[in-house]
Nanobody, 113 residues
Framework: QVQLVESGGGLVQPGGSLRLSCAAS????????MAWYRQAPGLQRELVAR???????TYADSVKGRFTISRDNAKNMVYLQMNSLKPEDTAVYYC???????WGQGTQVTVSS
């Protein structure tokens, strides 16, 4: 089991940037595919980005070229750098340990002028 705690959310204007962080506990972090998901009000949770233990990444089409997922296995951390934010990026963002099925509590991102 992996315990996950997200941070870094907040209110940002369109075109701005935020960096989300996910702190993971547990020695099996390094074997997990890690991912960021998001859920906007009234919508289903959707995959934003995923990274393998060796750093291979995939992205949702809606965020390609704007978001970057990364991880630091030595620090048990996963990051999501979000640039050129749009109002439609507004959602609660969740960190996910895909291999073990664990979730964080979520962090709110609001993009609004």
């Amino acid at each position: 089991q992996v315990q996950l705690v997200e941070s870094g959310g907040g209110l940002v204007q369109p075109g701005g940037s935020l960096r989300l962080s996910c702190a993971a506990s547990g020695s099996i972090f390094s074997i997990n595919n890690m991912a960021w998901y998001r859920q906007a009000p009234g919508l289903q949770r959707e995959l934003v980005a995923r990274i393998t233990p060796f750093g291979r990444t995939t992205y949702a089409d809606s965020v390609k070229g704007r978001f970057t997922i990364s991880r630091d296995n030595a620090k048990n951390m996963v990051y999501l750098q979000m640039n050129s934010l749009k109002p439609e990026d507004t959602a609660v963002y969740y960190c996910n340990a895909a291999t073990t099925g664990d979730w964080g509590q979520g962090t709110q991102v609001t993009v609004s002028s």
